[in-house]
Nanobody, 126 residues
Framework: QVQLVESGGGLVQAGGSLRLSCAAS????????MAWVREAPGEEREFVAA????????VYADSVKGRFTISRDNAKNIVYLQMNSLKSEDTAVYYC???????????????????WGQGTQVTVSS
């Protein structure tokens, strides 16, 4: 099992940037594909980005492609989400998630992610 703690959220103007971090506990961090998922008020959780266990593959939602970048540092047990050119529609609580068994390949399917952090609020003002 893995425990996740997000940080880096805040208030930013449209067009600005933020970098989210997710620190993971445990010695098996590198065995999990990781994702960022967001939830806006009154909406369902939405996939944002994911990265494979070995950093070899990444996938993005169309709405953030070209603006957001997911990365990970397996030596430090951290996954990042660099968010550039932020828009008001990016406002949401952002969650870090680790994929659970039997899934091990990077995926856009939110239901495949079994372990979740508490979330960090990102607010983009227009």
């Amino acid at each position: 099992q893995v425990q996740l703690v997000e940080s880096g959220g805040g208030l930013v103007q449209a067009g600005g940037s933020l970098r989210l971090s997710c620190a993971a506990s445990g010695r098996t961090f590198s065995s999990y594909a990781m994702a960022w998922v967001r939830e806006a008020p009154g909406e369902e959780r939405e996939f944002v980005a994911a990265i494979s266990r070995s950093e070899g593959s990444t996938v993005y939602a169309d709405s953030v492609k070209g603006r957001f970048t997911i990365s990970r540092d397996n030596a430090k047990n951290i996954v990042y989400l660099q968010m550039n050119s932020l828009k008001s529609e990016d406002t949401a609580v952002y969650y870090c998630a680790a994929q659970g068994p039997p899934y091990y390949r990077v995926s856009k399917t939110v239901a495949e992610y079994a372990y979740w952090g508490q979330g960090t609020q990102v607010t983009v003002s227009s």
